[in-house]
């Protein structure tokens, strides 16, 4: 899926121009941010989604330099799933 980016966040508008997926992030210091919200339209839960948009974030964060403090209950939880994944690009 194609994330749009905004001021500190990946959403997604389906076409009536609703806001259907999105992730927010607080800049912290010079090289860290803060991923404190993820959401994700119940139409579109169970597909995966919430982790393409950690995804997207990861990727804007590697490109930046920065690490992730995750926050967000989801992302946490991500994160301790699949440390493999993710840690690399874990603030500690």
Same mark, same amino acid.
């Given at each position: 899926? +194609?994330?749009?980016?905004?001021?500190?966040?990946? =959403?997604?508008?389906?076409?009536?121009?609703?806001?259907?997926?999105?992730?927010?992030?607080?800049?912290?210091? /010079?090289?860290?941010?803060?991923?404190?919200?993820?959401?994700? +339209?119940?139409?579109?839960? !169970?597909? !995966?989604?919430? /982790?393409?948009?950690? +995804?997207?974030?990861? /990727?804007?964060? *590697?490109?930046?330099?920065?690490?992730?403090?995750?926050?967000?209950? =989801?992302?946490?939880?991500?994160?301790?799933? *699949?440390?493999? *994944?993710?840690? +690399?690009?874990?603030? *500690?």
């Amino acid at each position: 899926m +194609d994330f749009e980016k905004g001021d500190n966040r990946f =959403y997604k508008n389906d076409e009536n121009g609703k806001m259907i997926a999105e992730i927010t992030y607080v800049p912290s210091g /010079e090289d860290k941010v803060l991923v404190d919200h993820t959401f994700v +339209d119940p139409s579109l839960r !169970g597909q !995966g989604v919430a /982790e393409q948009l950690v +995804d997207r974030t990861v /990727e804007e964060m *590697k490109a930046e330099g920065k690490q992730i403090v995750p926050v967000c209950p =989801y992302v946490v939880s991500l994160f301790e799933r *699949k440390p493999e *994944k993710y840690h +690399d690009i874990t603030a *500690k």
